[in-house]
C-alpha cells in the first residue's frame, strides 16, 4: 500500500536494523503492530488483547497483516520495541498497557505518519489515540455477587498498582458489595506486578488469612484462583474465563472483547479516516463481558447480578452515583450526583470499606 | 493460633523453591562455578515437570522429570564452561535467556491446562486437621528440600567426596596435581544444581498454582542466587536464610493486607537484596575464611599440562 519515503528514510535514520524489515515494505498489505506486556499465553489480560488481534487478522486478513512484541516491559526498553514496529513499516500500533503511555508518545513524535493507539492511558497526540474499558462496569457485577454471596462480608481484592484502572476497580467492587451487604469490607493487596504467580498465590492466601471468603483479581494470571480452588473458597476470572483452571472456586469472570474496536481502528486506517480519539465503552458496547455464571452463584446472587447487568446495558445504572464517601468518612460524591467519565478516569481514592496499604 | 499456622503455611511455601535452588547453587559454587542461569533451569524444570505430569498422571514421576530437565539444561552450561572454558557470568546468564526461551516454546502446548496439585500424601487425618497440618499439610518436594540441606551439609564436611569437591574449589590446581579431576567434579556439581534448580521450578507448576505459565518463577531464580551469598556458602545458613527471606515476602503480603503503610511496598521487595549486601559487608569484614567465597569461584581451570 502506501509506503512513504519519508518514512522509510527515518526509520533507516532511526535504527541501523530497519533494513531487516525492508523486505516487509514489498508487501501490499497494510502492517499492524501490537505491543504486549506479557505472554500471549497469559490467558487473562494479554491473551485478550491477542485475542483482539486475531479477530483483525479474521475480519481483515485480506488486507492487513498483524504483528506483535509480547513480553515487552513497561519500562524505558518499551520505546525500543515500540520503534521496531514502526520501522518493519506498521502503519498503526496498538500499545496494550498503561505503562507504555509516555513511551508511544515519544515514538509517535518520531513517526507523525504512523498512528497510535494506548491502551488505558490518558494522553493524546495528533497521531495518538487512547482506548479503554469500563471494567469497572463488570467489577460492579462481580462485587454485586461477592457481596451477595460472602458469609465472613470481607471480600479480597487482588491488585497490582494503585493506577486509576485499578482504583475504579476496587471502587467499584467494594460499592456494589455494599449495596447488597452494607457492611461489606474490601482489603486490598497491591503486589507492584501485573504477573507474579507466586506472589499472587501467597497474596491470596494473605487475604483468605485475614477473614476474606472471596477474593477477586486485578492481575493477570490464575494463580489466586488455584489457590481458592484449593481452599473451597470462591473468585472470578480476570480478563478472560479462566474456569478451566478452578472449576469449583470461578463464579464468573469479565472478559475483555476488544476485536471490535480493534476492526474499527483498522479499518478506519484502510478508508483513511482515523482521528484520535478518547474512546471509553463498556458492557453496551459488548467490549466487556460477563461469563456465564458457575453452577455455585445462588439464585439471589444472579438475579441482583442480572439486575446491574441490564442496568448498565440501557444505560440506567451506575454505580459511581452518589453518596459516596472516601476511606475517611468524607462525603466526596454528593447523593444523586454521577461521577463523570472525566472524574473516573482520575480518581485516586477508595471509598468507604476499603482496606488498603495506602 | 489458625491465624499463626496458615501464615507458616505461607512462608513455607514462598521459601522452598529458593530453598531448592539455593542449595544446587551452593554445591555448584562450592566447586568453584559460578551458575546465574538458576532462573532459566527453574522455568525448564517447571514446564519439565508439568509435562512429564500430564502425561503420566504421576506427580513423583513429575518431579524427576524436573530434576532431570533442569540437570540436561544445566549441562549445556556445563559444557561451555568447562570443555570451552566460556566466561560464566556471561554464560549464565545467557543459560537464563536460553532456559526461558526453551521453557515458552516447550509450554505453547501446555498452557491452559491443569494438574491435580502435588499436595500431602499424609491422610487427612493428620494433612487437613487445623493443627497437625501445620506439620503434614505439605506437598513432600518441601520436605525433601530441608532433608537435602542436612544432606548436602553432611557430604561437604563428612565425607571424602565433599572434601574433593571443596578442594577443587578452594583450590583446583591444587587437587588437579594430587590427581583429582576437576572437570568431573565439576560436571557433578552443575548438574546435582540443575537438578535441584529444576524441582524448585517444579514447586511452582505442580504445587502452588498446578499450572504452566510463562516465565511463572518471576525472578525466584535470582532470589536463589543472592540466598546462596547471604547464606556466606555455608548450608545451615542458608537453611535460615531462605526462611528469612520467606518471612520478609510473607511480611510485605500481610503487611498491605493489614493496611499497614508505614514503609512503601518497594522497600520490602528491595529486603532480600539489601539484606545480601549487608551480609557480604559483615562477611568480608570479619575476614573468617570459612564464611567467604570459594576461591577459584567463577575462574576458568586452566592447568599448564
Redesign the interface.
Known amino acids: 500500500m502506501s509506503i512513504s519515503r519519508r518514512n522509510l528514510l527515518k526509520g533507516a535514520a532511526a535504527a541501523p536494523l530497519a533494513s531487516m524489515a525492508l523486505p516487509a515494505f514489498a508487501q501490499e498489505k497494510v502492517k499492524i503492530g501490537f505491543i504486549f506486556l506479557g505472554p500471549i499465553g497469559d490467558y487473562g489480560w494479554t491473551w485478550a488483547h491477542n485475542k483482539g488481534r486475531e479477530a483483525v487478522e479474521a475480519a481483515l486478513g485480506d488486507k492487513v497483516e498483524t504483528i506483535y512484541t509480547e513480553n515487552v516491559p513497561e519500562d524505558a526498553s518499551a520505546e525500543a520495541a515500540i520503534r521496531d514496529l514502526c520501522n518493519a513499516g506498521c502503519k498503526l500500533i496498538f500499545t496494550t498497557s498503561f505503562g507504555y503511555m509516555d513511551q508511544t508518545l515519544a515514538v509517535a513524535a518520531e513517526f507523525p505518519d504512523v498512528k497510535f493507539e494506548h491502551c488505558t492511558g490518558y494522553k493524546r497526540a495528533d497521531n495518538v489515540a487512547t482506548y479503554n474499558s469500563r471494567f469497572h462496569e463488570g467489577r460492579a457485577v462481580l462485587g454485586t455477587i461477592a457481596g451477595k454471596m460472602s458469609k465472613s462480608g470481607t471480600l479480597g481484592y487482588l491488585g497490582s498498582f494503585k493506577i486509576p484502572e485499578v482504583v475504579l476497580g476496587v471502587n467499584s467492587f467494594a460499592l456494589s458489595a455494599q449495596r447488597m451487604n452494607p457492611d461489606a469490607k474490601v482489603k486490598v493487596v497491591m503486589i507492584d506486578s501485573w504477573f507474579d504467580p507466586p506472589k499472587e498465590a501467597a497474596a491470596t492466601e494473605t487475604l483468605i488469612n485475614l477473614g476474606c471468603d472471596i477474593v477477586t483479581t486485578h492481575t493477570d494470571s490464575p494463580a489466586a484462583l488455584q489457590i481458592l480452588e484449593q481452599k473451597g473458597l470462591y473468585g472470578f476470572g480476570q480478563g478472560a474465563d479462566m474456569s478451566a483452571f478452578a472449576p469449583n472456586a470461578h463464579l464468573t469472570a469479565i472478559e475483555d472483547i476488544w476485536g471490535p474496536y480493534y476492526i474499527q481502528r483498522a479499518q478506519a486506517i484502510l478508508d483513511g479516516t482515523w482521528a484520535s480519539t478518547d474512546t471509553w465503552d463498556g458492557m453496551a458496547q459488548g467490549e466487556v463481558v460477563i461469563s456465564p455464571y458457575s453452577a455455585a452463584v445462588t439464585p439471589e446472587a444472579a438475579a441482583e447480578a442480572d439486575k446491574v447487568k441490564a442496568g448498565y446495558m440501557d444505560g440506567s445504572f451506575d454505580i459511581f452515583t452518589g453518596p459516596i464517601f472516601d476511606q475517611d468518612g468524607v462525603e466526596r460524591v454528593a447523593a444523586g450526583v454521577k461521577m463523570t467519565l472525566g472524574e473516573l478516569a482520575v480518581m485516586d481514592w477508595f471509598v468507604k470499606g476499603v482496606e488498603s496499604a495506602s | 493460633m489458625d ?1 499463626m499456622i ?2 507458616i ?2 512462608i513455607v ?2 521459601t522452598t ?1 529458593i530453598l531448592l535452588a539455593g542449595l544446587g547453587e551452593l554445591v555448584v559454587e562450592k566447586s568453584g562455578v559460578l551458575n546465574l542461569g538458576v532462573e532459566g533451569l527453574m522455568l525448564v524444570g517447571a514446564i519439565s515437570g508439568f509435562a512429564v505430569t500430564v502425561f503420566t498422571f504421576n506427580p513423583w514421576a513429575g518431579v524427576v522429570g524436573a530434576a532431570v530437565g533442569g540437570a540436561l539444561a544445566s549441562l549445556i552450561f556445563a559444557v561451555l564452561v568447562l570443555q570451552l572454558n566460556s566466561n560464566q557470568v556471561a554464560t549464565g546468564l545467557a543459560l537464563t535467556i536460553f532456559g526461558t526461551g526453551l521453557s ?1 516454546l516447550i ?2 502446548n501446555f ?4 494438574v491435580a ?1 502435588f ?1 500431602s500424601v499424609f491422610p487427612d487425618v493428620l494433612a487437613k486437621d487445623p493443627f497437625w497440618k501445620l506439620f503434614f499439610g505439605y506437598s513432600p518436594i518441601v520436605y525433601f528440600a530441608i532433608l537435602m540441606v542436612f544432606v548436602v551439609g553432611w557430604f561437604l564436611k563428612k565425607t571424602r567426596a565433599g572434601l574433593i569437591l571443596r578442594a577443587v574449589g578452594e583450590n583446583d590446581l591444587s587437587a588437579h596435581s594430587i590427581g583429582y579431576s576437576v572437570i568431573k567434579v565439576r560436571y557433578m556439581a552443575i548438574a546435582f544444581g540443575g537438578a535441584m534448580a529444576g524441582i524448585g521450578g517444579a514447586y ?1 507448576s505442580l504445587v ?4 504452566w ?8 531464580g535470582w532470589i536463589a542466587l543472592a540466598l546462596v551469598v547471604f547464606a556466606g556458602w555455608r548450608t545451615g545458613r542458608l537453611l535460615a536464610g531462605a526462611y528469612f527471606f520467606g518471612i520478609l ?2 511480611l510485605e ?9 508505614f514503609l512503601p ?2 522497600f520490602w ?1 528491595a529486603m532480600p537484596y539489601a539484606m545480601t549486601v549487608v551480609a557480604l559487608a559483615i562477611i568480608s569484614s570479619r575476614g573468617t575464611a570459612g564464611a567467604s567465597a570459594p576461591a577459584c569461584l567463577g575462574k576458568p581451570f586452566t592447568p599448564s599440562t
Do not use: D, H, N, W
Not at chain 2, 208 to 211: D, E, F, L, S, V
Not at chain 2, 213 to 220: D, F, L, P, S
Not at chain 2, 253 to 261: D, E, R, T, V
Open positions: 491465624f496458615a501464615a503455611i505461607t511455601g514462598l523453591p515458552s509450554g505453547v498452557t491452559g491446562r491443569i496439585p499436595g511452582f502452588i498454582t498446578p499450572m505459565a510463562e516465565k511463572m518463577t518471576a525472578g525466584r515476602m510473607a503480603l500481610y503487611a498491605k493486607a493489614a493496611g499497614f503503610s511496598s518497594q521487595a
